[in-house]
């Protein structure tokens, strides 16, 4: 292979970018605090009603994500990826349409966990760790800085659209980006693995030995559940998920409550997702070159740190260094999972495993989200249940730090685990 074009690896790691920037965590999960107060005055319905909607994707979303996982392990990201890309969009178009019946705002985003699944970091993480070894770190955390660009970008555009055309316009407005942007997009770049194209991992150049190895290194699903690290993941990405998201879906309504107009609130929401991008790609930098738990540690007492900031109803400049400190924890844990996936468990059933481990962060995520719309529903503010998320983030840290060491993963064959390239 030539050395002075460009692998194509990294052309994966760019599809990955604009994939996951228009993908669910963007549509669903980011952009979501912009529509709760238009949804209030529209239909009367209260905010923990609304945040349930949360809870129907997380939930669905957990039962998906091992299915997803195995699908992926079986036929391939493509396969599964671009039929789900391309529901993801309609569906949420199909918002422009929707009525007072709040089981149909439910059932919108029951359709989207299950059709729309693949459109999120399980799918882009095992395409990476295909791709990638030495250069692992660093390209999850480029690839999956899409979500940050998500985050950063989506909100103030879905904003921007209700402030001028009102919610359902940019509920159609998300999903043509979908459609029209990240669809095309991963249909014509999106490739498997290099073995595809005849390369190798990092643009590592190919040898006749290299082209007849079989060898897959990892455990089984069975020899995984068996791991201390594997039950300790699953704890770890459960509180990460309640606190993560929490912030995320009502950082909008909790900035415009302390006196932010809701275009500096939906702000608010990009400035995290910037700082999500800055979290995401300095993070998986430093898993290339430092033990991953320890960084794990170090970026999730960022979040500890920030919602105390904000349980202590502090408004104004500070609310913003409370929101880097929040989004830079957030820009590491799916890089995190993904990473500590492919080193506790290996590439043998990867995307089974990160499934169990996103189902994990899925019913976090649900949990988390209801019980802060409902807090607030019941004491009128968000003090209480802030001060528990900090406390669970520095849960997670204690729970990392008993991680221990990467095992030595054991080599199977690719032929009779039944694995697609």
């Known amino acids: 292979m030539s050395t002075n074009k460009l692998f194509y690896g990294w052309k994966i790691v760019g599809v990955s970018i604009i994939g996951l920037a228009t993908g669910w965590a963007a549509i669903g999960i980011f952009s979501f605090g912009a529509f709760i107060k238009p949804l209030e005055l529209e239909f009367g319905w209260q905010r923990g009603e609304i945040s349930l909607a949360l809870a129907v994707i997380n939930l669905t979303g957990i039962a998906m994500a091992p299915i997803l996982g195995f699908l992926v392990d ?46 999120t970091p399980l799918s882009y993480s095992k395409v990476i760790v295909k791709w990638f070894d030495r250069k692992r770190g660093i390209a999850l955390g480029l690839g999956l800085a899409g979500v940050g660009f998500g985050a950063a970008l989506m909100p103030p555009f879905a904003q921007a659209l209700i402030s001028a055309y009102g919610w359902r316009v940019a509920y159609f407005g998300l999903g043509a980006l979908v459609v029209f942007i990240g669809f095309p997009m991963l249909f014509f770049f999106l490739r498997n693995s290099p073995e595809q194209m005849g390369l190798r991992s990092d643009g590592d150049p190919v040898t006749n030995e290299t082209k007849t190895n079989t060898l897959l290194i990892g455990y089984t699903v069975q020899e995984t559940i068996r791991q201390k690290s594997f039950w300790l993941m699953i704890g770890i990405f459960l509180c990460i998920g309640m606190v993560v998201t929490s912030i995320i879906v009502h950082l909008i309504p909790m900035l415009v409550e302390r006196g932010f107009e809701p275009s500096k609130a939906a702000q608010g929401q990009a400035f995290l997702g910037l700082s999500l991008i800055f979290g995401r790609v300095f993070a998986g930098y430093l898993m290339d070159r430092f033990f991953a738990p320890h960084v794990s540690i170090a970026f999730m007492i960022g979040p500890a740190i920030g919602v105390a900031i904000l349980a202590s109803g502090v408004s104004g400049p500070i609310v913003f260094l409370a929101i880097i400190l929040v989004g830079m924890a957030i820009g590491a844990e799916f890089d995190v999972m993904g990473y500590l996936t492919s080193r506790y468990s290996g590439l043998l059933s990867y995307g089974l495993i990160f499934g169990f481990l996103f189902s994990a962060f899925e019913l976090g995520a649900a949990i988390g989200s209801v019980a802060m719309g409902y807090c607030h529903d019941i004491t009128g503010e968000y003090t209480i249940i802030l001060w528990i998320m900090s406390g669970l983030a520095l849960f997670a840290c204690f729970l990392t730090s008993m991680l221990g060491a990467y095992p030595e993963l054991p080599e199977k064959e690719l032929a009779s685990a039944g694995q697609t390239a």
């Open 74 to 119: 079986k036929h391939g990201v493509r396969k599964i990826l671009l039929p789900s890309s391309l529901m993801l969009g309609l569906l949420t178009a199909s918002l422009f349409f929707l009525s007072s019946n709040l089981w149909h705002f439910y059932g919108i985003w029951f359709l989207v966990a299950v059709l729309g699944c693949a459109a």
